[in-house]
């Protein structure tokens, strides 16, 4: 019920934009909503950021603070991730989130590859 969008393959130092939308006319106007990404050959997701649905609070892993961003356009009902200053420690696939009082939604990924 989320689709993930913008992910590619970018030289290292370069950014890409991660959107994040949902489907099937869905809503997640009351729900934190969050990026994650899971590295080649890493079982768990590992949290890069999130934002809050209600005062628009952001939290940010140490590996991507100062250089990812997290927003979100409650008009458009969309989530955005911009990745500055990318390295290759960032490839991974990118999942969005939502979630609220314990209920969680995913995507299903889009890849960024990122090349030294």
């Known amino acids: 019920q989320l689709v993930e969008s913008g992910g590619g393959l970018v030289e290292s130092g370069g950014s890409l934009r991660l959107s994040c939308t949902p489907s099937g006319g869905r809503t997640f106007d009351n729900y934190e909503r969050a990026w994650f990404r899971r590295a080649p050959g890493k079982v768990e997701r590992e949290f890069v950021a999130?934002?809050?649905?209600?005062?628009?609070?952001?939290f940010y892993a140490s590996s991507v603070k100062g250089r990812f961003t997290i927003s979100r356009d409650n008009a458009k009902n969309t989530v955005y991730l911009q990745m500055d200053g990318l390295k290759p420690d960032d490839t991974a696939v990118y999942y969005c989130?939502?979630?609220?009082?314990?209920?969680?939604?995913w995507g299903r990924g889009t890849q960024v590859t990122v090349s030294s």
């Open positions: 999130s934002i809050n649905w209600d005062d628009d609070d952001t």
């Open positions: 989130n939502a979630n609220r009082g314990g209920t969680t939604f």
